[in-house]
């Protein structure tokens, strides 16, 4: 989904915010030597450099040692729009035929996972992208390269494997429309649009999805995936000479295709009435939801929409809060956009709990959003907004992965550059341009909510059209880019070489300084609260005086604490957050205060009650939320009031209500300190400075109560099957379980965590999605999951999954089936390989992200250990052999103790049963 509602270049970075914003490093210069043949240079911005083959391929080269990782991206022009009718959903679902192997290439998800690689593909309205992030080397980038060249134009796209796909993508479709707020959208598009493509959602309809024919796919394959309709991004740590060259001879040696791309002219016309709209379906939640035409993402006007959205929306900021959530109206606001190449639209909306209500909201919603042009923006609204922009764009850009995938986005605008502008753009914009534009757009009949009615001077919008690409560039100017940063070694012998340990009063401190792009810096604390005995009985109290802390202190109001954390750059919570080398030590204080001086105001605290009460009595009816409550209630060992026990819903819903705001002040005073703590700090900054003040803010705070680890104990538990209704819900949800006597320091833990990378935790080519995504196309997504005690035996053994209520049963033989095999005939030596390499490879780009870094640190420090188990431990992984393998998951898997919870719509299940539900493929 793109997401209108913030600048050009934001709004490409929001849309890869899934990626981390951790990465720093130094970018290094363009390829020096000679271009190769028929290759040409074109346009650099900010260390990105664009290059052009002779077959129309854009290449863009981002080098950079952030850190010890690349990223190649693949971004092919053509998205939801291009399908024509009867055809909707099919750029999806090539999507994924394009996993399913290409010439050279049969086995494409099998030699992700034995590489370790990071992958997805995503599919939106203007394009389609592929991007793999992989451990630096140049054996993994000329695999990656010469991959994505074979599938551009090699790949099967077969009839045999668009069968066994169709259930995954009909299953993805379903858990699509268990979720109310995306089939509200998706109602929102086809309502508000009468002839553009942008009407239809991109996973598409569910007919088109069952019945497209394998000659259409492979057109549309042959049409769009061209060299001159993609452009190929690499950005990380590589050569950038060689990696040119390497693009050259492997994506050049591709014919420039001779075909002509289809051409689109429909436009829009303007909506000459408001329009209503209703879904009903079972829940526990009400939606209200206004809808507005916008202009398309190249035009000024959507920079500007983007302010508008965030004054309305911002959360605690923004007016629909104030207005709505904060009367106790609401219990949730939001504003966001839907648009791209061509106009789309802009939606606002409110959560309501069942049975209050809506009317109200509905036209106090409208009156706020439609009243906005005569209440222009104030000063600290502009700036708020502004600075919440800049912040984000400037933490984009110190992370050449989060780049790299955002650029997806403005490709599919028409030039990548067009990130860049989007950031120039907010320093310009002014009150009186918001106004200007909500004035245009948020009108009434320009709206979809309402009912139509005749009107004899009807107030339409008319969307301009989006200017020439190269009218926006025209005057851009591009600068240099002075973000600097040192290639760090994630090795655990650099890693304890570079790191500072000492306690400071009693925090235990790990300092790891280092350079960073955009003087990044990363903070770990962990905390430690009460025991078993003195947590006993408390409810919601604890988890509620958590959630209470951010809401005021005795200095700030909810709004100046959102406000202070934007002034300092502070990304994150109280105790995992990142900010920079010039604002850390004001950070540490500002984290302090608030930890210490916590406000409570009352107001606040029966708005964070009704937003709790809101949440939970929506997962009610939600499979996955109802299938593991069951489970975890099945596995319960401890007595109603103690923290491990298992709530049910009832229970949660009885605590929150019961909860007083005078508990959470005691709960503050008795069980809130620093003493003990430890604390990780990695990133640009000055240890010998920050040192002291660590101590002198967290050193000596230490709470009344007692403090000692809780620890679990284990169980054998008996075996449960059982499966539970969840009505009008598309799609179900599996678990199992069963217990581990199991500590992360037993011989057999390595084997076991190998084991269960083959077996359900390695992606798409584990045993267990291979069988049930791959071959027998029953599930979206699972997989298996190992725990282990730390500091005590309580392990267990996992396995989830998504899959229509139809075929929850079959998901259920064939998890056994694999669990049998397993046990029966082994893994084998090449798995065994694969997931060494896989593991290894995983748990060493962890180890670049600084956020993890720090959080590795702390909670080794709490066990009284360092980066050096972590490294006994890689050994002791890579020293497993086969038959420790086998032996280890044969000695610690019975399937007969395995208990199983299924939850989905029983209607569903029945009739499916009855009409002989979805053969395999």
């Avoid at 925090?507 to 430690?528: C, D, F, I, S, W």
């Amino acid at each position: 989904m793109n997401l209108t509602s913030t600048p050009r270049g934001l709004r490409a970075h929001l849309i890869a915010g899934a990626c981390a914003l951790l990465a720093t490093g130094a970018v290094l210069a363009a390829p020096a030597k000679p271009l190769p043949k028929g290759v040409t240079l074109g346009a650099s911005v900010e260390g990105i450099t664009e290059y052009r083959l002779a077959n129309g391929l854009k290449v863009l080269l981002f080098p950079d040692t952030s850190r010890p990782t690349v990223t190649v991206n693949v971004t092919y022009l053509v998205g939801s729009r291009h399908e024509n009718y009867g055809e909707t959903g099919m750029a999806h679902l090539l999507e994924h035929l394009l996993f399913k192997g290409s010439r050279k290439n049969p086995d494409i998800t099998r030699q992700f996972a034995d590489r370790g690689m990071d992958f997805n593909g995503t599919t939106s309205l203007d394009r389609t992208n592929y991007y793999e992030v992989f451990q630096a080397s140049p054996a993994n980038l000329d695999w990656a390269l010469q991959m994505e060249a074979d599938r551009m134009t090699g790949s099967f796209i077969a009839k045999k494997d668009l069968d066994s796909e169709m259930t995954v993508v009909r299953n993805e479709f379903e858990s699509g429309e268990n979720s109310p707020s995306g089939v509200l959208v998706k109602r929102m598009q086809s309502v508000a649009y009468d002839w553009h493509s942008y009407g239809r959602s991109t996973i598409g309809n569910r007919s088109d999805i069952e019945n497209v024919k394998i000659g259409n796919l492979q057109a549309f394959y042959r049409t769009y995936y061209q060299p001159d309709n993609a452009v190929l991004l690499v950005a990380g740590k590589f050569d950038a000479d060689a990696t040119l060259a390497k693009i050259s001879r492997l994506f050049g040696a591709i014919p420039k295709p001779k075909r002509t791309l289809p051409e689109f002219w429909t436009v829009e016309p303007p909506q000459d009435g408001e329009r209503s709209f209703a879904v009903r379906r079972q829940g526990d939640v009400q939606i209200v939801m206004l809808g507005y035409k916008v202009p398309s993402s190249l035009h000024d006007d959507s920079d500007v929409m983007a302010f508008a959205s965030a004054i309305l929306g911002d959360v605690p900021t923004g007016r629909l809060h104030k207005q709505l959530v904060e009367t106790g109206k609401a219990s949730q606001v939001f504003s966001f956009g839907e648009t791209g190449y061509a106009p789309g639209l802009q939606y606002v909306g409110a959560v309501v709990k069942k049975g209050e209500p809506l009317e109200p909201v509905r036209a106090a919603l409208t009156e706020t959003v439609e009243s906005f042009a005569g209440k222009p923006p104030t000063k600290e609204e502009m700036a708020r907004i502004r600075r919440m922009y800049e912040n984000d764009m400037e933490r984009s850009l110190n992370d050449p992965q989060r780049v790299g995938v955002a650029l997806s986005e403005t490709i599919a605008l028409g030039d990548w550059r067009l990130f860049f502008t989007g950031r120039e753009r907010i320093k310009t914009i002014t009150p009186e341009e918001v106004a200007a534009v909500a004035k245009r757009y948020f009108r009434r009949d320009n709206r979809v909510t309402g009912t139509f009615l005749p009107e004899d001077a009807p107030q339409r919008a008319v969307i301009p059209p989006a200017p020439s690409v190269e009218s926006i560039l025209k005057q851009f100017k591009p600068q240099a880019s002075t973000l600097v940063a040192e290639d760090f070694e994630p090795t655990q012998e650099n890693i304890l070489k570079r790191t500072q340990l000492l306690t400071q009063g009693g925090v235990k401190l790990a300092l790891l300084p280092k350079k960073n792009r955009g003087e990044a810096v990363t903070v770990n604390l962990r905390q430690h609260m009460g025991d078993e005995k003195n947590l006993f009985g408390k409810g919601a109290v604890p988890e509620l005086t958590a959630a209470m802390l951010m809401r005021g202190t005795s200095r700030f109001t909810r709004e100046q604490l959102a406000d202070e954390f934007d002034r300092l750059k502070i990304a994150g919570g109280l105790t995992h957050f990142q900010t920079t080398r010039e604002h850390l030590a004001e950070a540490l204080r500002l984290v302090a205060h608030v930890l210490k001086e916590p406000s409570f105001p009352a107001p606040e605290f029966e708005q964070l009650r009704r937003q709790s009460l809101v949440a939970l009595e929506a997962s009610r009816a939600e499979p996955q939320a109802v299938a593991a409550r069951a489970l975890a209630r099945h596995f319960n060992l401890y007595p109603k009031g103690d923290v491990r026990h298992a709530n049910s819903f009832d229970d949660d819903l009885a605590e929150l209500n019961a909860a007083r705001l005078d508990e959470l002040r005691l709960h503050h005073r008795e069980f809130y300190g620093t003493v003990p703590a430890e604390m990780a700090i990695v990133g640009d900054f000055d240890a010998a400075a920050i040192a002291p003040l660590v101590g002198e803010l967290f050193g000596a705070w230490k709470a009344p109560a007692n403090v000692a680890p809780i620890l679990r104990r284990h169980a054998e538990i008996a075996p449960l099957k059982t499966t539970l209704d969840t009505p009008d819900k598309e799609n179900g949800f599996y678990t199992a379980r069963l217990n581990l006597d199991l500590n992360i320091d037993d011989p057999d833990y390595p084997a076991l965590m190998l084991a269960n990378y083959i077996f359900g935790e390695g992606g798409l080519r584990s045993r267990l999605m291979d069988r049930i995504r791959q071959k027998d196309g029953l599930s979206y997504g699972g997989g298996s999951q190992l725990e282990a005690g730390d500091l005590d035996r309580a392990g267990a053994f996992g396995i989830s999954a998504i899959a229509a209520p139809q075929n929850l049963q079959r998901l259920d033989g064939a998890v056994r089936a694999e669990l049998a095999r397993a046990l029966k005939d082994g893994f084998t030596a090449v798995e065994l390989a694969g997931a060494k390499s896989g593991l290894m490879q995983q748990r060493q780009q962890t180890r670049a992200d600084d956020g993890a870094l720090a959080a590795g640190w702390t909670s080794y420090l709490y066990r009284n250990r360092t980066y050096e188990w972590s490294r006994q431990f890689e050994a002791k992984l890579m020293a497993v052999t086969l038959a420790q393998l086998n032996a280890a998951f044969r000695k610690a898997i019975d399937p007969s103790t395995l208990s199983v919870v299924m939850a989905g719509d029983q209607d569903k299940a029945r009739a499916g049963a009855a009409a002989g539900a979805r053969p395999a493929p």
